[in-house]
């Protein structure tokens, strides 16, 4: 038994990190027992993190089979043709002689649509061979991710339900799995059985050794210059993980402290977001360090060393699908504080976990930045926002509650505010704006006091989270998945209107946010 791994990357991120944890698992849950992994992709990983990976799986052969081709769309110098039969060719050589009996292929964020011609061709060769093919839901092309579409476009995919045709595919050796309850309800109105819910695996991690500890610890402390304490936001560096909300929260709760983030930019679209940020913490000397795993992490402390080198860990992200940095926080035992995810959420309190620090936004004395100029500045880039969607998309559009009245409120979420506002923020001295702001958020006094005194509520890892989130029951729930038969045919159409389903909730109000609008800093 062969299993086959697809990525367009295997950068450091949410979705390798899966892929390290639940491999194992996964051959030691497919009948027969796979005896060879394949990642399959359009980057290799660095060397450190490949050897960790074939050394984790014991005799288990593991190879890669990486063409440039098979990595994002925007990424690719030659045209779709060219694209195309490369694409098919390394596709075709990496599944020669493979059947249903001996082969398995786990596809991953496809839902993001950045290679579209990777997905199709994805489910026509599997489909060709009837070797399974699970299509594995991280992320959505439509999440507040709109400037893939233009690239979706040029790559010959003109319509949105050509897209959810790529990203979603009906044939019957095709499942789909989701990582949280949520979008696994959409999926099941219109796919029915051949969709199941996932959730990311995660266990009590084995603290490190007292060395190791030390060095990452001294590692810390070389590159920040102090023994300051560090708190640790474990992410890539991203827009949607609202970095500059974790700094604000840092220099309230913890004055002097570092805010620590972990992985590199991903993309070029996020390039001016991270120089913008990088820029305005070297003029104003703000205890913030970025992507302190970037590059070639052998020499580096692991993330869970970092974890348990830091006082705590923040997560403020706008959007995730699932919420994997919770989980690691308590798994490390840190104190965590995170914003409440309306789809993450659910699926940690079934779970069993309860988060003491959680809150909704961090609410903002409008005195803080220019008002008039951030009204302006947002109304501006809705439109253009707007503009740039599928024509099929914008009457869906709702207006944004920050857009709906012209009068000056009494206060706003912070993560309601494109980024020059949030720097604006960012430049009022942190002992100013707490006093501003300090009766609009009472909760953060009573954490600030906590913080001071190292009291911060650390999340337990209940017992009952075995059942979800071990590696047997990852691999238990993949392999029940597979073997599903399917009671009824999935009817024509299923995939456009799933989509549509998806497509409605993301463009409702409560779900815009100004950061996502675009690239532009």
């Given at each position: 038994?062969?299993?086959?791994?697809?990525?367009?990357?295997?950068?450091?991120?949410?979705?390798?990190?899966?892929?390290?944890?639940a491999v194992p698992h996964l051959v030691k849950a497919l009948q027969p027992a796979a005896t060879e992994v394949v990642l399959v992709g359009g980057e290799a990983p660095d060397h450190g993190w490949f050897r960790t990976f074939q050394e984790r799986m014991g005799r288990v052969r593991v190879s890669l089979a990486i063409e440039p081709a098979l990595g994002y769309f925007s990424d690719q110098p030659a045209g779709s043709p060219t694209l195309v039969r490369?694409?098919?060719?390394?596709?075709?050589?990496?599944?020669?002689?493979?059947?249903?009996?001996?082969a398995v292929v786990w596809a991953h964020n496809q839902g993001l649509g950045r290679n579209l011609l990777l997905s199709q061709a994805l489910q026509e060769i599997c489909g060709a061979t009837g070797v399974p093919l699970v299509f594995h839901h991280h992320d959505w092309w439509f999440d507040n991710r709109w400037s893939r579409w233009p690239e979706m476009q040029e790559a010959g995919y003109q319509?949105?339900?050509?897209?959810?045709?790529?990203?979603?595919?009906?044939?019957?050796?095709?499942?789909h799995a989701t990582i949280n309850q949520a979008d696994a309800a959409v999926l099941e109105r219109t796919f029915g059985d051949r969709v199941g819910w996932i959730p990311n695996l995660t266990e009590p991690a084995v603290p490190p050794t007292a060395p190791r500890m030390r060095r990452a610890k001294s590692w810390l402390r070389e590159r920040l210059g102090d023994d300051a304490p560090v708190w640790l936001l474990p992410c890539r560096l991203l827009r949607r993980k609202n970095v500059a909300e974790a700094l604000l929260l840092t220099r309230w709760l913890r004055p002097g402290g570092w805010l620590v983030t972990t992985g590199d930019v991903s993309s070029a679209d996020e390039r001016a977001y991270a120089d913008a940020l990088q820029t305005a913490a070297l003029q104003y000397g703000w205890r913030l360090r970025l992507s302190v795993l970037a590059g070639d992490e052998t020499q580096k402390p692991t993330v869970p060393e970092l974890l348990a080198a830091s006082e705590a860990v923040l997560l403020t992200s706008l959007q995730e699908g699932f919420g994997l940095p919770n989980l690691e926080a308590a798994a490390a035992g840190r104190p965590l504080?995170?914003?409440?995810?309306?789809?993450?959420?659910?699926?940690?309190?079934?779970?069993?976990?309860?988060?003491?620090?959680?809150?909704q936004d961090v609410a903002i004395d409008p005195a803080l930045f220019d008002w008039k100029a951030e009204r302006q500045r947002q109304a501006q880039r809705f439109r253009d926002w707007r503009s740039r969607l599928p024509q099929a998309c914008r009457a869906l559009v709702e207006?944004?509650?920050f857009l709906e009245s012209a009068r000056q409120p009494k206060s706003v979420a912070f993560s309601r505010l494109t980024l020059p506002a949030q720097l604006e923020v960012l430049f009022v001295p942190a002992a100013t704006s707490w006093e501003t702001c300090v009766s609009l958020n009472p909760f953060l006094e009573r954490w600030r006091e906590r913080a001071t005194d190292g009291e911060l509520a650390i999340p337990q890892w209940p017992s009952s989270a075995a059942k979800w989130l071990s590696g047997a029951a990852y691999g238990a729930r993949f392999m029940e998945l597979l073997q599903r038969k399917p009671s009824k045919a999935v009817t024509p159409g299923a995939a456009e209107r799933a989509v549509d389903d998806f497509i409605r909730a993301k463009l409702a109000a409560e779900n815009q946010y100004p950061l996502l609008w675009s690239s532009e800093p």
């Open positions: 038994m062969k299993l086959l791994i697809v990525h367009c990357h295997y950068r450091p991120g949410g979705v390798r990190r899966v892929i390290e944890l490369r694409i098919r060719t390394h596709l075709e050589q990496c599944m020669a002689g493979l059947t249903p009996r001996n319509t949105v339900a050509e897209v959810a045709r790529a990203i979603l595919p009906t044939a019957t050796n095709v499942r504080i995170t914003r409440t995810l309306e789809n993450v959420a659910p699926d940690l309190a079934r779970f069993g976990f309860d988060f003491p620090q959680t809150y207006e944004p509650h």
